[in-house]
């Protein structure tokens, strides 16, 4: 009875690991396992066995037994969910217990970048673009920086040819007003104005020492508004509903006179704010502005004697760390992810 068993124990495990559908697993459970099955049917063979066979054939049997039912439980798992198995081994609609995937988002600078066009859209302006990679004629002649001025200083500016032997020597940009020589000359090359109103933010490069508030690349945001009889008041009244708009309600502006080539008169700006609920409100300059140098639109093609026009330029990381309190501009380039997942 022994050898029977064992002959009986390996022929069902093959014939198990043949059945390859829900249906035959349970044909053979009902044929080895079941009520009337093989193993079963051994049963009343025990009598017969000789007294001092007894322990060891029992023993033998319930082994066989366990064997082939766990087998069988075993294979009705792996046939999976649907047919006549039981649940399957891993719900696949549990929740994870815990879920490593982080969900990215879009950079601070970004988001501010966008939230600034989105403002001044509302206000009328368009997005123009320009190139990073330009030359001096569109970085400084055209924006009334002449030969000779110090900002030229290749110290001072990424240069990719030789200032001294190139004509029209090409650098990474300085500054986004550059956009505002491209815009006008587009414009005149189109016929589609003035008047124009534009914003153009963007990236511009400068050899800077890198601390807490300088870096070699940032991001600015460029305003150019020309059309007939544009004053001052204009410019002031467009700087105060931004910083209303994009800061709060009874934020303050005051712009403080300055020089630059291309606007006259030109001015600093800033505006009062408190930067965290609670705090004492405090000035912050958040950039430059002016009325755009007639020299400006003449080396555009734009009559002077018929177009006046205000422009403008913001630091975009200034922005940011003024509304987001963030105490160090190199933050915002490191990518520390609990930086990124704060802001
Ligand atoms: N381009 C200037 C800078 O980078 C900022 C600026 C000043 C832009 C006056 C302007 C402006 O458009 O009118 O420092």
Redesign the pocket.
Request: charged fraction near 5%; charge should be negative.
């Given at each position: 009875m022994l050898d029977d068993l064992n002959a009986l124990e390996n022929k069902a495990l093959a014939e198990l690991d043949a059945a390859d559908s829900p249906d035959a697993i349970e044909a053979w459970r009902i044929a080895h396992i079941g009520a009337k099955g093989a193993l079963k049917a051994m049963m009343p063979r025990m009598k017969d066995v000789p007294k001092e066979q007894k322990g060891e054939v029992g023993k033998r049997l319930n082994e066989v037994k366990a064997t082939l039912e766990s087998a069988f439980e075993a294979k009705k798992g792996a046939a999976g969910p649907g047919g006549a198995g039981p649940a399957p081994a891993v719900d696949m609609t549990e929740p994870g217990i815990t879920d490593t995937r982080r969900l990215g988002r879009r950079h601070i600078i970004t988001r501010v970048r966008a939230e600034l066009v989105e403002v001044f859209a509302r206000m009328g302006f368009d997005v123009a673009q320009g190139p990073e990679l330009e030359d001096d004629e569109h970085n400084f002649i055209k924006l009334n920086i002449p030969a000779g001025h110090p900002a030229r200083d290749p110290i001072d500016n990424f240069y990719v040819d030789d200032p001294n032997e190139a004509e029209t020597p090409r650098m990474l940009r300085s500054?986004?007003?550059t956009v505002?020589i491209r815009a006008m000359e587009r414009m005149v090359a189109e016929g589609s104005g003035p008047p124009i109103k534009v914003v153009s933010p963007g990236r511009v490069y400068r050899p800077d020492t890198v601390d807490a508030t300088h870096s070699f690349m940032f991001h600015?945001i460029?305003?150019l508004y020309i059309d007939r009889g544009v004053t001052l008041r204009d410019l002031k009244t467009t700087l105060l509903q931004f910083a209303k708009a994009y800061f709060a309600p009874d934020a303050e502006i005051r712009l403080r006179p300055s020089f630059?080539p291309?606007?006259e008169p030109?001015a600093e700006f800033d505006m009062k704010i408190a930067l965290k609920p609670g705090t004492e409100p405090a000035w912050i300059e958040l950039?430059?502005?002016?009325m755009v140098d007639p020299n400006v639109l003449q080396a555009c093609g734009v009559d002077p004697e018929e177009w006046t026009g205000f422009?403008?330029?913001f630091g975009i990381e200034r922005i940011a760390m003024g509304k987001h309190a963030i105490p160090d501009i190199r933050m915002l380039f490191e990518n520390d992810i609990r930086f990124l997942e704060r802001v």
């Open positions: 500054q986004t007003s505002q600015q460029e305003g630059f291309f606007t030109s950039g430059g502005c002016g422009a403008f330029g």
